[in-house]
């Protein structure tokens, strides 16, 4: 299985940027997708996600400035940022897993990406 994160960059605080996140080699019918961020010296957090029976969930921080979608592909997860703000600026990874919802630490149904970094100045 394979995670393939894109889209991460410098931006200005207020300005957006995609993250897109696509699996391979990964054939559950059902599954759960979701983003993850981790600032330096913390344990991972969620951001956004979409369960296994299609409901989405954002973390208090992000709801109402980040999105996700899923294009036409089978696991695929987008995430949409607006409004960035300097916290938001962190290393943003991707995960999949059969067991729903994805926990924040590894465990043995997930897997994850290597990461892609989102750094917002002010």
């Known amino acids: 299985v394979r995670l393939v994160e894109s889209g991460g960059g410098s931006v200005q605080a207020g300005e957006s940027l995609r993250l897109s996140c696509v699996v391979t080699?990964?054939?559950?019918?059902?599954?759960?997708m979701g983003w993850f961020r981790q600032y330096p010296g913390k344990e991972r957090e969620r951001v956004a996600g979409?369960?296994?029976?299609?409901?989405?969930y954002y973390a208090d921080s992000v709801q109402g400035r980040f999105a996700i979608s899923q294009d036409n592909r089978a696991y695929s997860l987008d995430l949409q940022m607006n409004s960035l703000k300097p916290e938001d600026s962190a290393m943003y990874y991707c995960?999949?897993?059969?067991?729903?919802?994805?926990?924040?630490?590894?465990?043995?149904?997930?897997?994850w990406g290597k990461g892609t970094q989102v750094t917002v100045s002010s």
């Open positions: 979409r369960n296994n029976d299609g409901t989405t």
């Open positions: 995960a999949v897993d059969v067991v729903c919802p994805i926990a924040t630490r590894t465990s043995p149904s997930g897997y």
């Open positions: 080699g990964m054939g559950y019918p059902s599954y759960c």
